[in-house]
């Protein structure tokens, strides 16, 4: 397609409220098509199917398709148990329902299009229907539940959570339903409301839309995903004034999320023009009718808003389900018979239950309760009877034929859970290990001054201290003679090959902390890691993309309540926590050398309380992920600290003026007197270019004068501080 080259002015501001707006096209996650093009693969495949598209006849004005297609569905949703992510089945119908809306011109707001969109809003006449027999032929209603609260969704290595639940793509269009989508890069959820990959964009395992659970009820949504399921790509191209591969599609210039105006009838000027035509009614939409931001490939604000296809995107979509077999196979008559969902199918009645089931908490305290849900899919068929039995390790009762029973576990420890579910169709059932955590309720008196080191005898080793490892119990916090900072033990967070987000959770025992009231207190301990790269973009084979690496990290939270809230006090990157060079292999740390100490500022309301615990939560970042090694938790008052357990945050390190350039001052703090103390000057390859003080220095604060007379040229230096056997050090820049 040919483009008018606008002046440079214009497209200067152009760009500029484009990148303002960037931030409203993560609304569709959907890999850019002029990304995705650079694998050669898929550039081939796209190509052949241009090929094959542009040697049909070109779809007259007022076509509607020829034949009704209908395409059997199944909808996983992967939940955390919360109502939030676990929707009800109607919001799944909903789904359904106005996914047929939207591909057969029935969609709320159709009558309202202006008349020159109004020509060109075409019937698919695809109907889309829940499978109502499984892969094996056993009956199902289409939807599958998969308690999985570990897995979030991103739009890469997705297949941690499609891989949970898939059934074959050639028979099955698979819809994914989770709590919210990751961006990339993010360590938490965005504002992306869903994603597919085009055919040919992506492994078997991955084909198939993704939707936040929020938004299936959302006509735009799942029926703009499903758009891209059928190699429809977004109206503006994926570029500014970009070319959607569609004929009769106005050009745009961006998403259209600053369209705030009424939907409807409305025109929005165009802001892209072209001079290309292949008949005289081309350049007049081009320059009349607006940019068409009631296109379902388009986004606006509203999402209810956008409600239509044109003829060539729906050819274009119909064509995608004749040229890629695994496409063309889903609709076939022998697959509709297969799935359920033909014409005249008989009613599938005999619902096998498979067993399934969460609590609503599995952490708690000795003596609370625990509220466990049935989660079983195919459980709530109407008219079918259905009976449980649960087993419970630990608790009270030990068992229950209840659907959703409560639990109280008395005594401290791990238990496991296991449920079966049956009916005159079959049964099922289900355990889940290590499930139910309990902590003690007994309150460590001493917590001046105390110090864990894992070994023998400490609270840890007395089972004190509770772990959380989930998914995978052989991953995680474990005890570790390997490597320790002191003595003989330290905990290790095993995380290589940890799947991207899992959740590897460490409670300290409770600390009686009511009688503090004020003092400089701190949270300390020592931890060793290393980064695995130092880039912040890897690639993935499988589908030939790169994508944004995400790092581990630890956050640090408090709890006055034994669990029930947690409040957070630090965020750790693994860039903070990493001290030694990039290393990447698994890391084991091999001397003092490798660990690094860090505090917590527990002054305020983050010292008090009766019932005071810390939770350490590490997170895994997925491909690039290392092990983390913690040692040496001590709570402590920092206005009693000694040289040898002061960290940099103590020391309180500072050079005003700096950038120097004349006469500054090296300030810093010491809690005692120290006999040996040197303050010395080195450059950026190590060279000490200056002895700055050497001697005694009494308990205080320090001032020590810089004279940029000493130093050589311009640039940056290191003050380095040492004091006994511990050395901090300061960044200065000399003008």
């Known amino acids: ?15 500029g409220a484009l990148s303002a707006q960037h931030v409203h096209m993560a609304a569709c996650g959907s890999p850019n098509y002029r990304e995705s093009m650079q694998n050669p693969q898929f550039a081939a495949e796209q190509a052949a199917f241009q090929t094959y598209l542009d040697q049909l006849p070109v779809a007259p004005p007022g076509l509607k398709a020829n034949e009704l297609r209908i395409i059997p569905v199944v909808v996983h949703i992967v939940h955390d148990g919360s109502s939030v992510s676990n929707i009800p089945n109607a919001d799944v119908h909903t789904m359904i329902s106005k996914l047929n809306q939207a591909y057969n011109r029935a969609t709320p707001n159709i009558g309202n299009l202006p008349l020159s969109f109004d ?67 993010s360590s938490g959820p965005g504002s992306i409301l869903g994603y597919a ?16 659970a929020s938004s299936t009820v959302v006509q735009a949504v799942p029926a703009h995903e499903v758009g891209h399921f059928l190699n429809l790509i977004h109206i503006w191209g994926d570029e500014i004034c970009g070319d959607d591969l569609v004929e009769d599609t106005p050009i745009s210039d961006t998403a259209n999320f600053a369209w705030n105006n009424p939907c409807g009838s409305t025109v929005k000027e165009a802001v892209c023009y072209d001079d290309w035509q292949t008949n ?12 068409n931001y009631q296109n379902l490939m388009d986004y606006v604000n509203n999402y209810n808003c956008p409600s239509m296809f044109t003829r060539g995107q729906v050819q274009r979509m119909r064509a995608a389900l004749d040229f890629y077999q695994f496409r063309k196979n889903l609709w076939q008559q022998a697959n509709l018979t297969g799935t359920g969902v033909a014409d005249g199918a008989a009613a599938c009645t005999a619902y096998k239950p498979y ?22 899919f195919n459980g709530n068929i109407s008219g079918v009877t259905h009976q449980w039995s649960w087993t419970f390790e630990g608790g009270s009762p030990a068992g229950s034929t209840s659907q959703n029973p409560v639990v109280t576990y008395h005594t401290p420890g791990v238990y496991s859970v296991s449920m079966s579910i049956s009916s005159a169709n079959g049964s099922s059932s289900i355990s889940r290990t290590a499930y139910i955590h309990v902590m003690p ?36 916090w474990h005890r570790s ?15 290589i090959s940890s799947v991207r987000d899992a959740k590897y959770i460490l409670i300290s025992p409770a600390y009686n902390m009511s009688a503090v009231t004020g003092g400089n207190i701190k949270l300390r301990f020592k931890s060793a890691y290393v980064l695995r790269t130092g880039n912040s973009i890897g690639f993935d084979e499988d589908d030939q993309r790169a994508y944004a690496i995400e790092p581990d990290r630890l956050l640090v939270s408090r709890s006055t309540d034994c669990g029930n809230n947690w409040t957070p006090l630090k965020l750790f990157t693994a860039t903070e926590l990493s001290h030694n060079t990039i290393n990447p292999n698994e890391f084991v740390p091999s001397g003092k050398v490798d660990w690094e100490q860090q505090s917590i500022d527990l002054t305020g309301n983050n010292a ?27 709570i402590f008052s920092a206005n009693t600290v000694t040289v040898e357990e002061m960290d940099a945050a103590d020391l309180s390190l500072s050079v005003f003026p700096n950038p120097v350039s004349g006469i500054s001052t090296l300030q810093f703090q010491l809690p005692q007197s120290v006999q040996e103390v040197n303050v010395s000057a080195y450059d950026m390859v190590g060279k000490k270019v200056a002895a700055l003080y050497q001697g005694p220095l009494t308990a205080g604060t320090q001032n020590i004068t810089l004279d940029r007379a000493v130093f050589g040229a311009a640039g940056v230096y290191v003050i380095q501080v040492t004091l006994g056997s511990r050395s901090f050090t300061e960044k200065i820049v000399i003008h």
């Open 1 to 15: 397609m040919k483009k008018i080259l606008l002046s440079a002015a214009f497209m200067a501001g152009l760009t």
């Open 608 to 634: 008090t309380g009766s019932d005071v615990r810390f939770r350490f939560e590490f997170t895994s970042g997925g491909q690039f992920n290392n092990n983390l090694w913690l040692d040496d938790f001590e």
């Open 197 to 212: 990959y085009l055919p040919g964009g992506a492994q078997a395992l991955k084909d198939g839309p993704v939707v936040d």
């Open 481 to 495: 003679n390997v490597a320790s900072y002191t003595d003989d033990f330290s905990l290790v967070c095993r995380n």
């Open 119 to 185: 020509s060109l809003a075409t019937d698919a006449q695809l109907e889309f229907r829940l499978a109502t027999l499984d892969p094996q032929g056993n009956c199902t209603d289409g939807i599958r539940r998969i308690y999985a609260p570990y897995a979030t969704a991103n739009t890469y290595e997705d297949k941690n959570f499609k891989g949970l639940s898939y059934w074959d793509r050639s028979r099955y269009l698979n819809i994914w339903v989770v709590k919210n989508i990751r961006e990339p890069g």
């Open 441 to 476: 309720t007994d309150v460590e008196s001493k917590f001046w001054g105390y110090r864990d080191g894992i070994e023998i005898g400490d609270p840890f080793e007395q089972g004190k201290w509770t772990v959380v490892n989930e998914p995978d119990p052989a991953k995680g």
């Open 355 to 376: 067993a399934d089931f969460w609590a609503t908490d599995n952490t708690i305290c000795a003596g609370q309760t625990v509220n466990f849900r049935d989660g079983s």
């Open 280 to 291: 005289p009614l081309d350049s007049i939409r081009r320059f009349v009718i607006g940019e």
